[in-house]
Nanobody
Framework: QVQLVESGGVLVQTGGSLRLSCAAS?????MGWFRQAPGKEREFVAA????????YYADSVKGRFAISRRNANNTLYLQMNSLKPEDTGVYYC?????????????????WGQGIQVTVSS
């Protein structure tokens, strides 16, 4: 069992930056970030493999967001720059029991409780 706890979400203005963190009880799997806006389905944001050598992004965040991990302290990060109102939502970190990346919510085995990010216009 893996416990995941997100932190770092706040209210920020358009164009601002935020860094989300996800503290894991263990970090032995590939990881990902998802988000869910009110009335919408949970959507993929970014993924990273176990070693951190490979990353993958949704088109909507490519070039603005960066996923990274520090396995030494069991922490996953999401650096978010040039934020837009459409980035608003609850952000979740997730872990999948394999070494390679995954992009579908159904592929993931463990989820954090989520954290609110609000970007005001």
């Amino acid at each position: 069992q893996v416990q995941l706890v997100e932190s770092g979400g706040v209210l920020v203005q358009t164009g601002g930056s935020l860094r989300l963190s996800c503290a894991a009880s263990s970090l032995i799997y590939a990881m990902g970030w998802f988000r869910q806006a009110p009335g919408k389905e949970r959507e993929f944001v970014a993924a990273i493999n176990l070693s951190g050598s490979a990353t993958y992004y949704a088109d909507s965040v490519k070039g603005r967001f960066a996923i990274s991990r520090r396995n030494a302290n069991n922490t996953l990060y999401l650096q978010m720059n040039s934020l837009k109102p459409e980035d608003t939502g609850v952000y979740y970190c997730a872990a999948v029991q394999r070494l390679s990346m995954a992009t579908r919510p159904g592929d993931y085995d463990y989820w954090g409780q989520g954290i609110q990010v609000t970007v005001s216009s």
